[in-house]
């Protein structure tokens, strides 16, 4: 028979026993989210409206960081930068459109690298075109810019709006903190982002 006293034991060696189970669970949670948000994606929010309409203010998403990391930065890769001088340590969603030794300059409402006209067909929508249909410009003319050996330059979608490599200038590799974003929320609006060329 079972006495009082085996019971009232029984009953803490129970709950230490849940208590250290939990603990070793959480743990383990934290740091499978820790390696998860470190190595393969991180969320991201969006902020303001530099890259609409590809992506609207307020989205919340996914950046991947593995496929940056294991791939060359590639035109028109939409990416997630951040520089301390540069950004004030906030992270930055923007467009790729100059790679390492290239020579960009816009004219007349069309973006030349290297001396041709670039393809942009993520700027065609009715967005930018009925800002050109008023007779405005949607990429406003810039100078010449060449890129150095570890340089890139980058713009947003909404060319009218965003605070790009057109006044801060160009960013390094070591600014990229993650590249295609996954849109998961609101969810009316779940989506892929990536490569504006495919």
């Known amino acids: 028979m079972i006495s009082l006293e085996e019971n009232k034991k029984k009953d803490k060696d129970s709950i230490g026993y849940m208590l250290l189970d939990f603990l070793k669970t959480f743990v383990l949670c934290a740091i499978i989210v820790y390696l998860f948000t470190t190595f393969v994606m991180r969320p991201v929010q969006v902020d303001g409206l530099s890259m609409y309409p590809t992506l609207h203010d307020d989205e919340i998403g996914l950046m991947n960081i593995i496929d940056m990391k294991i791939h060359d930065i590639q035109r028109y890769d939409v990416v997630v930068v951040n520089d301390a001088e540069i950004t004030n340590g906030e992270a930055w ?10 020579t960009i300059y816009a004219k007349d ?48 979608d909404n060319r009218i709006e965003s605070h790009d490599s057109r006044a801060v200038g160009p960013f390094k590799r070591s600014d990229f903190k ?15 982002e990536r490569n504006g060329s495919l």
């Not at 969603?93 to 290239?102: M, N, S, Y």
């Open 93 to 102: 969603v923007k467009r790729v459109i100059g790679l390492p030794g290239d």
């Open 109 to 156: 409402d069309v973006v030349y690298v290297n001396g041709l006209a670039i393809e942009e067909p993520y700027l065609d929508n009715e967005y930018a075109n009925d800002i050109r249909s008023r007779g405005d410009q949607f990429t406003h003319d810039f100078d010449k810019v060449t890129l150095g050996e570890d340089e890139y330059f980058l713009m947003g």
């Open 178 to 192: 993650g590249k295609d974003i996954y849109i998961l929320y609101p969810f009316s609006n779940i989506r892929f």
